[in-house]
């Protein structure tokens, strides 16, 4: 679009940088990029260094966190001499799909003296207009992950509605995937979404749980005596119980029958690179009756509430209140 207003260098040595995600991408993609970026050198006589060819597989562009090989790229380029003199990206969205952190790799970059140059908007930092047409990049990157989720949500409220799982498989249930008969575009068996059935082995730990609770047990005490008996916590490493683990099953609506999701909110602690739960109100909640899911019979669920003290949850994490 604004070829011929800069000097591109004749030759340049060139590190490479390739990702790919969790969700709609295959390794394969990195092979890909690869050799979008090795044709993009070959066209312009530049050298990508084999030493400097950094990738990381199935991380999110939405945090520059636990991204090893970013981390890689960047401490390279801070290097005096610097080892190379660009970066050669596929795509924009590859580097990042946060418009503040993709500006802020641009200056971080420039401040060392390493250009940047995607190959599929064919756009390259010594390009005087670079920074307002990768801002422009930027936010349709981002937007596209904004859009991804609205429609991930609005799919799985369709799921819960029609009786499939929301989440993860809770202890209680083994997970049954349904298939669709249209494949993806891939050409893989699309998912409907996971169906729970109860295992009944599970289901009746989950019954003396609530059975000792409400005749007077504590929950250190069960949790304690499980351990004792060498009945295994299958979520655990190590596979002992803890007092959460027990709360969390006291609380959980399914094994009355009742499949509730939207419990909580994720939001991304940038600086961790950690993800953070929060809840939602109780209106915003989607309460769905399940029967198919039910364990305990709803005179033992209500003697439960009864009997335990009020449970607020913060952080996705089960605090408990005096009545």
Known sequence: MFDGLYNELKFARCAMYRRYSTRMQRNASL????????????????????????????RSGTMRANRPGLAALQAAAK??????????????SRLSRDLGDILTLEQEFK?????????????????????????????ADEQMIAQYRTKSREGVIGRVLAGYNGGSVPYGYDGIKELSDTPTASGQAASKGTWLVVNEDQASTIRRVMEEFADGQSVWGICMRFNAEGIVWPRAKNGKWTAD??????????????????????????????????????NEHLRVPAPH???????????????????????????????
Not at 81 to 88: L, N
Not at 115 to 122: A, D, G, P, R, S
Not at 303 to 321: I, K, R, S, Y
């Open 31 to 58: 092979e890909d990029q690869e050799r979008c970026c090795r044709d993009l050198a070959a066209q312009k006589s530049w050298e990508i260094l084999n030493e400097h060819n950094y990738k990381d597989a199935a």
């Open 79 to 92: 290097k005096s001499p610097r080892p190379f003199d660009y970066v050669i990206v596929d795509d924009t």
């Open 111 to 139: 401040s060392y003296g390493v250009e940047l140059y995607f190959v599929k908007q064919k756009l390259d930092s010594k390009n005087p207009h670079f920074r307002l047409m990768l801002t422009i990049y930027g936010m």
């Open 245 to 282: 683990t027990i709360k969390h099953i006291l609380h959980n609506e399914k094994y009355r029958g009742i499949n509730v999701w939207n419990l909580t909110t994720q939001s991304k602690d940038r600086s961790a690179g950690q993800t953070i739960k929060r809840p939602r109100p109780a």
């Open 293 to 323: 899911l039910r364990i305990v019979s709803d005179e033992l669920w209500d003697q439960v509430q009864a009997t335990q003290p009020a449970c607020v949850q913060l952080h996705g994490a089960f605090q408990f209140e005096p009545r």
